[in-house]
């Protein structure tokens, strides 16, 4: 009787537990694209102007899903360096694709914290003149590069931020490396969408900041806005 | 969750500001630079060449002039060296040198690669001479110790005579 009695409130206590939710596939649903984030990179438009040197665009559209990002740039650039005895000119464009983690996906205003990891890649001509005097006379010097190409890696960090309905805002710093580029007699000054071309320190941090509009590939339910 | 909002919109214009700032403020490029035209040879001779005491020493030569072709300048003129410095040709990839000396007439070709670099706008450009080789010469035979142009570098070419 001890033994009915033990088994019975072993089966009362198993049905008083909650039921189980039924499982949802909750990673696929971190992947799924929910809107495009089309950028202009302000900083460099400000650059642009401030120095006389440099002309310079980048645009960025990102592809956004609840907690990752995928992100596509892509840029112009021409750097005069004009001295009293030499002249370096660098002309190209660059790209560069960053996949990045979202860590304020349930802030519920759709603003951004993220962390990410990038590729970047340019392609450019350049041309550097000079004169030289030693004993074999006063000589100018043309040296360039055609197609050349340069490559790196990046780690992102950065936000934006809702300001107005789907305008935002927001920086994204970069830390670029493993940089490496084929070009010939000519070692370029410059790399698009890199920086400048030192010899001495091999990574360097960049900074972009971006005003975006937002086009969600759907109205946000009450709910989906909450979460 | 207002003051939420504003606080990450003050957030962001902070660093805004600070690039905005250090995207003026790059590192000053250092302008020293250890690379150099200047080829540094020696002359040896071997003595008791093909026998069991053979022996290589450093040996002077006199010279009347060293010249080069594609100017008109005397590098050395009426001296009595066995090691010495010489420019090499900074808008051309090849450098014919000529050597009169009590030997006679001899001649000696180099050629190299030219790098050549803006270190910054403020320290002008800079020209690196590297994997020298040698070409047709005179001489018994030309031996390239180190094949690039370097302030640090005591002895790029053994000529042997």
């Known amino acids: ?227 | 969750m207002k003051v939420y909002l504003r606080n990450w919109q003050r957030g962001s214009i902070v660093p805004f500001l600070l690039g905005v700032v250090l995207g003026s403020c790059a590192p000053d490029e250092i302008c020293f630079s250890d690379n150099t035209s200047l080829v540094q040879l020696e002359f040896l001779t071997i003595l008791y060449e093909g026998t069991d005491s053979a022996e290589v020493v450093n040996d002077t030569l006199i010279f009347n002039s060293i010249t080069a072709q594609a100017t008109d300048s005397v590098f050395v003129e009426g001296d009595t060296l066995a090691k010495l410095a010489l420019p090499v040709n900074t808008a051309d990839t090849v450098t014919w040198f000529l050597f009169d000396s009590d030997r006679g007439m001899d001649s000696l070709q180099l050629s190299y690669r030219v790098f050549r670099r803006l270190i910054s706008e403020e320290c002008g450009p800079e020209q690196i001479f590297d994997e020298l080789n040698p070409g047709s010469t005179s001489f018994d035979s030309v031996v390239i110790i180190a094949p690039l142009l370097n302030q640090q570098i005591v002895k790029n070419v053994e000529v042997y005579y």
Request: aromatic share 16%; net charge neutral; proline share 4%.
């Open chain 1, 1 to 227: 009787m001890a033994w009915v009695s033990v088994t019975f409130g072993q089966t009362d206590s198993s049905d008083l537990r909650p039921p189980k939710p039924p499982k949802v596939k909750k990673q696929a649903k971190e992947f799924i694209p929910t809107g495009v984030m089309v950028g202009v990179d302000l900083f460099v438009i400000g650059r642009s102007i401030w120095e006389e040197e440099l002309s310079q665009q980048e645009y960025q559209v990102e592809v956004d899903s609840r907690q990752y990002h995928l992100t596509i740039g892509y840029g112009i650039q021409d750097i005069t360096r004009l001295t009293e005895t030499t002249l370096y000119t660098n002309e190209g464009s660059y790209w560069r694709v960053n996949a990045e983690v979202n860590f304020l996906y349930n802030s519920g205003n759709r603003s951004k914290l993220f962390f990410g990891v990038g590729y970047g890649r340019a392609t450019f001509d350049d041309i550097f003149v000079y004169e030289t005097q030693d004993a074999f006379g006063n000589t100018q010097i043309i040296d360039q590069n055609r197609d050349a190409n340069a490559s790196w890696m990046e780690l992102t960090a950065g936000t934006k931020v809702r300001v107005w309905k789907e305008l935002y805002m927001g920086y994204t710093i970069r830390y670029k490396f493993l940089k490496d580029y084929q070009a010939g007699s000519l070692i370029p000054h410059d790399l698009p969408g890199y920086g400048p071309n030192r010899e001495d320190d091999k990574d360097i941090f960049g900074f972009n900041y971006y005003l975006y509009w937002r086009f969600p590939f759907r109205k946000p339910t009450r709910l989906s806005a909450i979460n």
